[in-house]
T-cell receptor, first 114, second 112 residues
Framework: EPEVTQTPSHQVTQMGQEVILRCVPISNHLYFYWYRQILGQKVEFLVSFYNNEISEKSEIFDDQFSVERPDGSNFTLKIRSTKLEDSAMYFC????????????FGEGSWLTVV | TQLLEQSPQFLSIQEGENLTVYCNSSSVFSSLQWYRQEPGEGPVLLVTVVTGGEVKKLKRLTFQFGDARKDSSLHITAAQPGDTGLYLCAGGRIQGAQKLVFGQGTRLTINP
């Protein structure tokens, strides 16, 4: 069964450092997303991406965050200067359609900022 | 702000019992998804309901979308220890439908 894959599974980084989280969405999907889940809290929407541009972003997704689809398969989330409060599980997701009916999530990248 | 509230937050029952988990909102959603999440892993999609009053069955799991598309329920019949996990509901908005709003989850424990 096709799946969304994410790397790394776990990263520890110093506060202020840049982090890039990578995702390979399901191959025929056109819509890509990043969500995050702080330990013990709800899964929160960060950003959606379609046709090589951001289609929607949340208030969490400030200037420290950026997304990119550098080639035909990868989708990345960059955090420019990490803060302690960026520590969370980051989930990549993809869907074939614009509606939210069929969003599939990856296994997540656990980011710890120290 | 759209919110989804799940109840109960924690549920521990014996194997073989039935249970229902609720997902409620004051907002209308275009669709409602149920996911199951294991510790340290991503949410795994169980089902999507899109029509008010819709009922979907997945083996011993029955999912229902409320008539007004503001609430949903997950009913498990004859629960098994393998059903243990965190169950999340997530709603898709009517407009700008790419963003899912998640509930806080129901942590279910089925005791042998």
């Amino acid at each position: 069964e096709p799946e969304v894959t994410q790397t790394p599974s776990h990263q520890v980084t110093q506060m202020g450092q840049e982090v890039i989280l990578r995702c390979v969405p399901i191959s025929n999907h056109l819509y890509f997303y990043w969500y995050r889940q702080i330990l013990g809290q709800k899964v929160e929407f960060l950003v959606s991406f379609y046709n090589n541009e951001i289609s929607e972003k949340s208030e969490i997704f400030d200037d420290q965050f950026s997304v990119e689809r550098p080639d035909g398969s990868n989708f990345t989330l960059k955090i420019r200067s990490t803060k302690l409060e960026d520590s969370a599980m980051y989930f990549c997701a993809s869907s074939a359609q614009r509606t939210t009916n069929t969003i599939y999530f990856g296994e997540g990248s656990w980011l710890t900022v120290v | 702000t759209q919110l989804l509230e799940q109840s109960p937050q924690f549920l521990s029952i014996q194997e073989g019992e039935n249970l229902t988990v609720y997902c409620n909102s004051s907002s209308v959603f275009s669709s409602l998804q149920w996911y199951r999440q294991e510790p340290g892993e991503g949410p795994v999609l169980l089902v999507t309901v899109v029509t008010g009053g819709e009922v979907k069955k997945l083996k011993r799991l029955t999912f229902q979308f409320g008539d007004a598309r503001k609430d949903s329920s997950l009913h498990i019949t004859a629960a098994q220890p393998g059903d243990t996990g965190l169950y999340l509901c997530a709603g898709g908005r009517i407009q700008g439908a790419q963003k899912l709003v998640f509930g806080q989850g129901t942590r279910l424990t089925i005791n042998p």
